[in-house]
């Protein structure tokens, strides 16, 4: 199908439409934007600087994408925002640029945020991730794969959440969430394993007990960090992908792990 442009919109000399975008009323598109295959953006929303959208992306109203990052350290230049295919960004989404020139806030594929969620300078955000509505993420912030944060969430400059975490509701995170596990609270602590996550993501028996055994490690046998990843790495489960993600994940730690809960 031909691409759509409604005649209020506006989209900037220069700006690269893919085949079947879609541009509702009083879009605004910048010049130096590239709009994949089938993207579709509601009335009213915006992307501007030097932004990119994968194929199948949908930007609802008011959303806006790749605006000037909020760093006072910013010093002009040309960063911008890198988007993935399929992601979809509800009403007042925003997403802003990095702060260095020729650096990019990043977003993968398959990523649904809901209304008024904000993405800060220079984050980078992987794939099958779901933000529900009114979530902050600050500068510099990692999730990985197949994270599930819950709403009116905030996540600490730097922080990383990892792979198949689970945010709850309000929570305040200012440390590193290990991957498979649930972390709430204000500060955020480690609750549990995220298993109901894990199920649906297709993660078999076994697979969700050795996730148990590194929660009860980590978290429930009275170890300090050092001494539950050294017991970690000398397990013959340490060459296994669990093991092995959570390991990782550890070792490249800057702001450190969330404890576990002591309630």
Same mark, same amino acid.
């Given at each position: 199908?031909?691409?759509?442009?409604?005649?209020?919109?506006?989209?900037?000399?220069?700006?690269?439409?893919?085949?079947?975008?879609?541009?509702?009323?009083?879009?605004?598109?910048?010049?130096?934007?590239?709009?994949?295959?089938?993207?579709?953006?509601?009335?009213?929303?915006?992307?501007?600087?030097?932004?990119?959208?994968?194929?199948?992306?949908?930007?609802?109203?008011?959303?806006?994408?790749?605006?000037?990052?909020?760093?006072?350290?910013?010093?002009?230049?040309?960063?911008?925002?890198?988007?993935?295919?399929?992601?979809?960004?509800?009403?007042?989404?925003?997403?802003?640029?990095?702060?260095?020139?020729?650096?990019?806030?990043?977003?993968?594929?398959?990523?649904?945020?809901?209304?008024?969620?904000?993405?800060?300078?220079?984050?980078?955000?992987?794939?099958?991730?779901?933000?529900?509505?009114?979530?902050?993420? $600050?500068?510099?912030?990692? !999730?990985? @794969?197949? %994270?599930?944060?819950?709403? =009116?969430? #905030?996540?600490?400059?730097?922080? *990383?959440?990892?792979?198949?975490?689970?945010?709850? $509701?309000?929570?305040?995170? !200012?440390? @590193?969430? %290990?991957?498979?596990?649930? =972390?709430? #609270?204000?500060?955020?602590?480690? *609750?549990?394993?995220?298993?109901?996550?894990?199920?649906?993501?297709?993660?078999?028996?076994?697979?969700?007990?050795?996730?148990?055994?590194?929660?009860?490690?980590?978290?429930?046998?009275?170890?300090?960090?050092?001494?539950?990843?050294?017991?970690?790495?000398?397990?013959?489960?340490?060459?296994?992908?669990?093991?092995?993600?959570?390991?990782?994940?550890?070792?490249?730690?800057?702001?450190?792990?969330?404890?576990?809960?002591?309630?």
């Amino acid at each position: 199908m031909a691409t759509r442009i409604h005649p209020s919109a506006v989209v900037e000399s220069g700006a690269q439409l893919g085949t079947d975008v879609e541009i509702g009323p009083f879009v605004y598109v910048g010049g130096e934007v590239v709009l994949g295959d089938r993207t579709r953006l509601h009335h009213h929303s915006s992307v501007e600087g030097w932004t990119s959208l994968g194929e199948g992306c949908e930007v609802f109203p008011y959303a806006n994408l790749g605006a000037k990052t909020q760093d006072l350290k910013f010093q002009g230049g040309r960063p911008g925002v890198r988007i993935g295919a399929r992601n979809v960004f509800r009403e007042y989404v925003t997403v802003h640029a990095a702060t260095r020139d020729g650096e990019f806030t990043v977003l993968g594929d398959d990523n649904t945020l809901l209304a008024n969620c904000h993405v800060a300078h220079d984050c980078v955000l992987g794939n099958h991730i779901v933000m529900s509505n009114g979530i902050l993420l $600050a500068g510099h912030v990692r !999730v990985e @794969d197949h %994270v599930t944060i819950g709403g =009116a969430a #905030g996540v600490h400059q730097f922080c *990383r959440i990892g792979a198949y975490a689970m945010i709850s $509701a309000f929570a305040k995170v !200012v440390q @590193d969430v %290990v991957p498979f596990m649930i =972390a709430d #609270g204000q500060p955020a602590v480690i *609750r549990s394993i995220n298993k109901v996550g894990l199920e649906r993501r297709g993660f078999a028996p076994e697979q969700i007990e050795r996730v148990k055994q590194l929660h009860r490690v980590l978290f429930r046998d009275g170890l300090n960090r050092s001494q539950a990843l050294e017991k970690l790495s000398g397990s013959e489960q340490a060459a296994t992908a669990e093991f092995r993600r959570v390991l990782d994940f550890a070792a490249a730690s800057e702001r450190g792990l969330a404890p576990g809960s002591t309630g």
